[in-house]
């Protein structure tokens, strides 16, 4: 992790031993810190519930519905934001930050939706020439800071990766969760989808 990393989630959830702590630490954290603004309507709180009832609203799994819901964790710790109103200038990688403070807890099919949530963003780009056209203004200028769209090349590497199917599946409910105002259920809801999810040992 680098020095823009609050730690204090990381050293939090090392210092406690069962699923259930694990759960109120990071569900807590995520309440206190979730409200700098994601893009221009909702904040990352709201982003990622709207992510997780939109992958509930689909008859997701657990392990897809966690990874909605926890999908940009990476912002949460980082704040690029700094209560400011646009998309910061400058990529922090957000994704890698979030895959690498939760890998020690969930399975990889959850740590890769996290980490390739941003290229999953550029592969849709390459493939689809439609996608590009839908997202919202803030990802389309993040993207662009992310390297823009995949080349051939890269397409077909991405492509072989064992979980692309929810990885995709969490791009999308991640594109689709930004709308202001939209009322869905609180981070309790999800409790027992994220508990049941943890590794052996911290579950």
Known sequence: MNE?????????????RTGKL?????FAY?????????DESVTELE??????????????????????????????????EAGQGNFSQEDWCHETVG??????YFPDVIIESIRQHVPAKRYLCAIDSHYHEGLSPASQNSLNLQGGKFSPAE??????????????LVR??????????????????YR?????????GHG
């Open 4 to 16: 823009r990393v609050d730690t204090s989630l990381a050293d939090s959830l090392a210092n406690v």
């Open 22 to 26: 694990k759960v109120d630490v990071l």
């Open 30 to 38: 995520m309440e206190r810190n979730g409200n700098s603004f994601y």
């Open 47 to 80: 982003h990622g519930l709207q992510a997780a009832f939109l992958a509930k609203a689909n008859q997701a799994t657990d392990m897809q519905v966690t990874a909605a819901l926890l999908h940009d964790i990476g912002h949460f710790v980082m704040n690029e």
């Open 99 to 104: 895959a690498e403070l939760l890998e020690l």
């Open 155 to 168: 397409v077909l590497e991405f492509e072989q990766n064992p979980h692309l199917e929810t990885i995709l």
């Open 172 to 189: 999308r409910w991640d594109d689709g969760a930004k709308t202001e105002g939209l009322k869905v259920p609180g981070l309790e809801s």
């Open 192 to 200: 027992d989808a994220v508990e049941s999810c943890l590794l052996a």
